[in-house]
């Protein structure tokens, strides 16, 4: 089972910030968190990750709470094209366990 | 383009037809995983390998299904005798072993068994 939880579906108003939560409130001290975009009928799109300090890319920003139990996935300025299925996962960062457990995901919309 | 890329993306085939998937995964990655994913749900991990070597497989894994990466670079996903379940979009990604692992995903193959 995927060990953490995301909203089924959120909107967000094209050119304002989409911020996906997601709780993992079971998070261990060598996991990651990893989010994945997916775009109708295309395959997961890698974003961002982290472990426990908040981190920026050119796609999001990526704000984990200081006891590690939830995080934030933040799109400073949404678009149509940002129009996914969005999936937060946690990973171990061990040898011998690298598969993902997917859950269900946030359909984010972004709206016109 | 130097993503993962999978071939065919699209396949029809009829109940209890044999059918095969290829996957090229990034170059210098050397891991390599088999996801399958049907409507409404997340991926599931079906199995990976490192270079040749397949290190894992799910239960999902039927004895049906195989795959293989017989020299460390591209995969092939099999599935015998297929039925009307096996009917969803098979993925396949790639990673490289040092890091912190992140996968890069290729577009699909999506599967219907008629």
Redesign the interface.
Known sequence: DAKTTQPPSMDCAEGRAANLPCNHSTISGNEYVYWYRQIHSQGPQYIIHGLKNNETNEMASLIITEDRKSSTLILPHATLRDTAVYYCIVRPFAAGTYKYIFGTGTRLKVLA | DTG?SQNPRHKITKRGQNVTFRCDPISEHN?L?W?RQTL??????LT?FQNEAQ??K?RLLSDRFSAERPKGSFSTLEIQRTEQGDSA?Y?C?S?LSSG?????????T?LTVT
Request: charged share 20%; net charge negative.
């Open positions: 993962v891991r995983y996801y409404g749900q997340g991926p599931e991990f990976y290190l894992e799910s979009m993925l990604a990673s912190t692992y992140e996968q890069y995903f290729g577009p699909g999506r």
